[in-house]
């Protein structure tokens, strides 16, 4: 008997461990034949995220579930089979007995939650720092009815209203979102990304990395300069620097790596040249996308900021925290010098230091606030627009608010709606981060018929009149290549877009989304604040007095003097129009 049972126990062993043995060895010669490369971050990571959320036993995902499953069926089966073959005896058919048991009992009590919940519990874990902003809750917005139906009172100091589903929903009474304004930035992406095109098209196997191209505010109001990463790329070019843009002028400004201050490593690169490779090794639990690289010029050294995350266990799944920022710098061996920091506050660097790929990840997350039925049945949420202006640029934007912090600020239309309307804004601190912590996620809905609420269309057709009339220095802009792009708020009802062509930001206009203010359209050159809702197109560029103008723009301003004489000359006269 003792030969039996330990033969029985042999195969069950064998059933149960090949595949954890196989996980196993694989992962070990990973390690050992490719050591230091990223994929052996990516393997541990596939592991927690299919099989072990909080790294051990103590739960399971739905995936493991089902393998448990399958192996007490498995295992019933052959010690059934055994039985049936006089190999066994009655303790050999109640152990099968007792694997259909716990087949059914894993079946019936731990795989439906962790399989059914398991979208949702994204839902919960971003949910726990999101709160919605309402200027009234008496007025409910229509957007808003699904999430505080049958909502209950809060405690009146976080949360005024909470919301009745399964998933957390703290709603606040707060009308401040009228308040805020955003300092306005100098160009386009689309005309930043050809500028640093242009700064690294000089050097064989370097070229900018679009994902890291980031706007850095300046000291004072309405200043900034766009920069981008000159990666390299293969297995022999590091990174060759970090190039800045002003926005004004025709090149870029380039800081470089140099003999005494060098990284031998590029983001792009292979082998031994693999920047990534390299974190992934010193760091192997902190995870990042390409969209949360960036680099500043730091008295003419670039410095790469990377702001990461962290990957942990939430009941029977993964999901993403905050992880603070790595620091990267170099040095005359070229060995990157790199920093963890777990906690930044704002101002100790110049630019975001919460990865943006988090807070998109907290935006989808909202959808979940009135529960799966909602979610599912009726769209409740809200997302980015999918608008022909903002192609290059969805969101989420990096902006300066009048408290001179960072947020990244995302206009957002009705999810499930073909509607441009944009009638709420998800709004996150950018500038600081606590390691393992999530930073707050507030999304303002706007009440409806708030004449702040406004649609790209009618946006877009108020510009589009504007740029195209008699009296606009770009008559033939559209006609000739050029286009508008990205319409970024800058607070109430005022907003800027962008006249690109060639790449290139020949002129902005700021307009109001009621209206009231009149479009008022600027060459490409420094920002200048946006006129107050109501008053008149202010005097600026060539409507300045002529003392008051420098030689470089008082030449400027006779060409554009003479190109209107011109089309003046040659336009057909214009036909009165009817009285009345």
């Known amino acids: 008997?003792?030969?039996?049972?330990?033969?029985?126990?042999?195969?069950?062993?064998?059933?149960?461990?090949?595949?954890?043995?196989?996980?196993?060895?694989?992962?070990?010669?990973?390690?050992?034949?490719?050591?230091?490369?990223?994929?052996?971050?990516?393997?541990?990571?596939?592991?927690?995220?299919?099989?072990?959320?909080?790294?051990?036993?103590?739960?399971?995902?739905?995936?493991?579930?089902?393998?448990?499953?399958?192996?007490?069926?498995?295992?019933?089966?052959?010690?059934?089979?055994?039985?049936?073959?006089?190999?066994?005896?009655?303790?050999?058919?109640?152990?099968?007995?007792?694997?259909?048991?716990?087949?059914?009992?894993?079946?019936?009590?731990?795989?439906?939650?962790?399989?059914?919940?398991?979208?949702?519990?994204?839902?919960?874990?971003?949910?726990?720092?999101?709160?919605?902003?309402?200027?009234?809750?008496?007025?409910?917005?229509?957007?808003?009815?699904?999430?505080?139906?049958?909502?209950?009172?809060?405690?009146?100091?976080?949360?005024?209203?909470?919301?009745?589903?399964?998933?957390?929903?703290?709603?606040?009474?707060?009308?401040?979102?009228?308040?805020?304004?955003?300092?306005?930035?100098?160009?386009?992406?689309?005309?930043?990304?050809?500028?640093?095109?242009?700064?690294?098209?000089?050097?064989?196997?370097?070229?900018?990395?679009?994902?890291?191209?980031?706007?850095?505010?300046?000291?004072?109001?309405?200043?900034?300069?766009?920069?981008?990463?000159?990666?390299?790329?293969?297995?022999?070019?590091?990174?060759?620097?970090?190039?800045?843009?002003?926005?004004?002028?025709?090149?870029?400004?380039?800081?470089?790596?140099?003999?005494?201050?060098?990284?031998?490593?590029?983001?792009?690169?292979?082998?031994?040249?693999?920047?990534?490779?390299?974190?992934?090794?010193?760091?192997?639990?902190?995870?990042?996308?390409?969209?949360?690289?960036?680099?500043?010029?730091?008295?003419?050294?670039?410095?790469?900021?990377?702001?990461?995350?962290?990957q942990i266990g939430y009941e029977s799944r993964t999901v993403m925290t905050a992880g603070g920022v790595l620091v990267i710098r170099g040095s005359a061996s070229g060995r990157p010098a790199i920093e963890h920091r777990g906690r930044v506050r704002p101002g100790e660097l110049p630019g975001p230091v919460y990865p943006i790929s988090l807070v998109r990840a907290q935006r989808d997350a909202v959808q979940w606030a009135a529960g799966r039925g909602h979610r599912d049945r009726s769209g409740f949420g809200f997302e980015r627009t999918d608008f022909r202006t903002q192609a290059e640029n969805r969101g989420e934007y990096l902006l300066r608010g009048a408290d001179r912090r960072l947020y990244y600020v995302t206009p957002m239309t009705p999810r499930a709606s073909r509607s441009q309307s944009l009638i709420a804004y998800g709004i996150a601190p950018a500038d600081q981060v606590d390691d393992r912590r999530l930073n707050r996620y507030h999304v303002h809905v706007l009440a409806d018929g708030d004449p702040a609420v406004a649609s790209l269309n009618t946006l877009n057709a108020q510009a589009v009149a504007h740029i195209s009339g008699p009296s606009s220095p770009h008559p033939n802009f559209l006609n000739s290549g050029g286009s508008l792009q990205e319409f970024l708020p800058l607070g109430g009802e005022m907003w800027r877009v962008y006249g690109v062509q060639n790449g290139q930001t020949v002129f902005y206009i700021d307009l109001s989304a009621t209206g009231r203010t009149e479009p008022r359209t600027v060459r490409g050159q420094a920002a200048a604040p946006p006129p107050a809702p109501g008053a008149g197109p202010a005097a600026t560029g060539c409507g300045r007095p002529v003392a008051e103008l420098s030689p470089k723009e008082l030449a400027d301003c006779l060409g554009r003097f003479a190109d209107e004489l011109q089309r003046r000359a040659t336009a057909p006269p214009a036909t009165p129009s009817p009285r009345g």
């Open 1 to 310: 008997m003792g030969d039996r049972w330990g033969r029985h126990l042999l195969v069950l062993g064998i059933l149960w461990g090949w595949m954890p043995a196989l996980g196993w060895l694989l992962w070990s010669l990973s390690r050992w034949l490719m050591p230091g490369l990223k994929f052996n971050q990516d393997l541990a990571s596939l592991v927690q995220r299919w099989f072990f959320p909080h790294g051990d036993l103590s739960a399971l995902t739905a995936l493991g579930w089902l393998w448990v499953v399958t192996g007490l069926v498995i295992s019933a089966i052959y010690l059934t089979a055994a039985w049936d073959d006089g190999d066994g005896d009655g303790g050999t058919l109640a152990l099968a007995a007792l694997c259909v048991l716990l087949a059914l009992a894993v079946a019936c009590f731990l795989l439906p939650p962790a399989f059914w919940d398991n979208d949702k519990d994204t839902g919960r874990h971003y949910g726990a720092t999101t709160v919605f902003h309402l200027p009234d809750l008496t007025r409910v917005p229509g957007s808003m009815t699904d999430l505080l139906q049958g909502s209950r009172p809060g405690d009146g100091k976080n949360c005024d209203r909470l919301g009745a589903h399964d998933v957390h929903a703290c709603v606040k009474r707060d009308a401040s979102f009228s308040g805020l304004r955003w300092e306005a930035r100098t160009s386009s992406l689309a005309a930043a990304r050809t500028a640093m095109a242009n700064a690294a098209s000089p050097v064989q196997q370097v070229d900018v990395l679009d994902d890291s191209v980031t706007y850095l505010w300046g000291e004072t109001k309405d200043s900034g300069r766009w920069s981008g990463l000159l990666d390299g790329s293969g297995d022999h070019r590091p990174m060759y620097g970090v190039a800045e843009w002003d926005g004004t002028t025709n090149t870029a400004r380039i800081c470089r790596f140099d003999t005494s201050y060098r990284i031998n490593r590029a983001f792009s690169g292979t082998q031994l040249n693999s920047m990534r490779n390299l974190l992934a090794e010193r760091y192997p639990a902190l995870h990042y996308e390409s969209t949360d690289i960036w680099g500043y010029c730091q008295n003419d050294r670039p410095v790469i900021v990377i702001p990461v995350q962290r």
